[in-house]
Structures are given as C-alpha cells and as structure tokens.
Nanobody
Framework: QVHLVESGGGLVQAGGSLRLSCVAS????????TGWFRQAPGKGREFVAN????????NYADSVKGRFTISRDNAKNTVHLQMNSLKPEDTALYYC?????????????????WGQGTQVTVAS
C-alpha cells in the first residue's frame, strides 16, 4: 500500500501561483509514476501531469503546458506541482496518485493509489 497526502491548495486570484505537494509513504519502492489529476464540479477527473521516477521525465496535459511544473524532492519522497499563471478554469480538486505501471499513465485507471485531494480555487 502507498499512502499519499496532498497539501498546498487554496484561493488565488487569476494570474497567481500555488505550489501543491504530495508526500508518499508506505510501500513506495515500486512506484514508477506519480501523477497529478484534477476534478472540477460536474466534470470527470482529468490528467494534469506526471513524473517518472526512473529517469525524472515529465508529461503534461496540453491545458497546463508552460504554466505548471512537476518536480520531486527525492529525499522526502515528495512530488510538487508548481502552478503559475493560474486561470479560473484551473479551479478543481487536485489529486495526487501513484502507480507501478509503465504505460497508460495519463489515465485515471492506471493509478491504484490516490490522496484525498486539495482544493484549488482561482478567482477571476
């Protein structure tokens, strides 16, 4: 089992920044990817970004490319999501997720472990 705890959400004005953090504990040695997903009210959960621990490569949804950056703090088993130039449409509950899979890692179904989520609200 992998336990994930997110933090860093909040209310910010459009154009502002937030930094989300995800701390992993438990059986993390098999984790291949850590991902961030988000879910807005009335919508499905969507991929935001992920981080591949083996070679530190990253992937982003087109909607956040150039604005969001995913990074890791290896010693603390933590993944961060730096969000800049925030827009009202970025408002959502943001979830951290972990998987030991190698493919399809931009899909919700690829991730068996999830945090409880942290709310991000961007005011216009």
């Amino acid at each position: 089992q992998v336990h994930l705890v997110e933090s860093g959400g909040g209310l910010v004005q459009a154009g502002g920044s937030l930094r989300l953090s995800c701390v992993a504990s438990g059986r993390t040695e098999r984790t291949t990817y850590t991902g961030w997903f988000r879910q807005a009210p009335g919508k499905g959960r969507e991929f935001v970004a992920n981080f591949y621990w083996s070679d530190t490569s990253t992937n982003y949804a087109d909607s956040v490319k150039g604005r969001f950056t995913i990074s890791r703090d290896n010693a603390k088993n933590t993944v961060h999501l730096q969000m800049n130039s925030l827009k009202p449409e970025d408002t959502a509950l943001y979830y951290c997720a972990a998987t030991s899979q190698y493919s399809g890692t931009d899909k919700v179904d690829a991730y068996p472990y999830w945090g409880q989520g942290t709310q991000v609200t961007v005011a216009s």
